[in-house]
Nanobody, 117 residues
Framework: QVQLVESGGGLVQPGGSLRLACTAS????????MGWYRQAPGKERDLVAT????????NYANSVKGRFTISRDNAKTTVYLQMNSLKPEDTAVYYC??????????WGQGTQVTVSS
């Protein structure tokens, strides 16, 4: 089992920045991929960015390319999402997700990001 704890959400003005963090504990050795998803009210949960745990290879949704950066710490137990040039349409609950080598997905509790003036 893997437990995930998220932090870093909040209220920010358009054009501002936020950094989300998600720290894992438990059977972290089984994790191969880490990512961030978001869900706006009345919409489906969508992929934001992913990072391969070992190689650091990243993938981004087109809507956040050039503005968001996903990274992990050296111990590969924490994943970050640096969000710059935030827009009102980035408002959502952000969830981290860790996937194991056998496809099991572990989800964080979600953190609210609100972009508003």
């Amino acid at each position: 089992q893997v437990q995930l704890v998220e932090s870093g959400g909040g209220l920010v003005q358009p054009g501002g920045s936020l950094r989300l963090a998600c720290t894992a504990s438990g059977s972290i050795y089984s994790i191969v991929m880490m990512g961030w998803y978001r869900q706006a009210p009345g919409k489906e949960r969508d992929l934001v960015a992913t990072i391969i745990r070992v190689t650091g290879s990243t993938n981004y949704a087109n809507s956040v390319k050039g503005r968001f950066t996903i990274s992990r710490d050296n111990a590969k137990t924490t994943v970050y999402l640096q969000m710059n040039s935030l827009k009102p349409e980035d408002t959502a609950v952000y969830y981290c997700m860790f996937r194991s080598s056998i496809g099991t997905e572990y989800w964080g509790q979600g953190t609210q990001v609100t972009v508003s003036s």
